[in-house]
Structures are given as structure tokens and as C-alpha cells.
């Protein structure tokens, strides 16, 4: 375990019982999210490649418009 977990963790159990569980909730879930788009980008190479190559085709068709957040 790296330092700045340990620091967390350490952190983590000052709190309330009921705001370690929400923490403990979101790391877990976020794990879990992190898991499952690994998975699905595992799968599909083949489908990212395509979507790059049209994204870059229309790109450079002047079919895009630059995002302005």
C-alpha cells in the first residue's frame, strides 16, 4: 500500500462510522466502474478503432466543430 492510501485510510477512520461507509461505497463502486469499462474496451478493439477512424475522417472533412466548454 502507497503512502498516500495509508494517509487516507488513516483519515478515514476519524470519521463517523456512517460517512466511512459512503466512502467506502464510492472507492468501491468507482473500482468496480473502473473494472467493467476495462472490460468493455477489452472487447472491443475493433469497434474503438473504427469510431477513432471515422471521428478522424470527419475531422478532416471539416465535419467538426471545435468544443467550447
Same mark, same amino acid.
Given at each position: 500500500?502507497?503512502?498516500? !492510501?495509508?494517509?487516507?485510510? &488513516?483519515? !478515514?477512520?476519524?470519521? /463517523? +462510522? ?21 472490460? &468493455?474496451?477489452?472487447? +472491443? /478493439?475493433?469497434?474503438?478503432?473504427? !469510431? ?14 471545435? !468544443?467550447? /466548454?
Amino acid at each position: 500500500m502507497n503512502n498516500l !492510501l495509508e494517509k487516507a485510510i &488513516s483519515k !478515514l477512520k476519524t470519521l /463517523p +462510522s456512517d460517512q466511512q461507509e459512503a466512502v467506502a461505497r464510492m472507492i468501491l463502486e468507482e473500482i468496480e466502474d473502473e473494472r467493467q469499462w476495462d472490460e &468493455s474496451f477489452a472487447h +472491443s /478493439p475493433d469497434l474503438l478503432a473504427q !469510431l477513432a477512424a471515422e471521428a478522424m475522417a470527419e475531422y478532416r472533412a471539416g465535419k467538426t466543430q471545435e !468544443l467550447d /466548454p
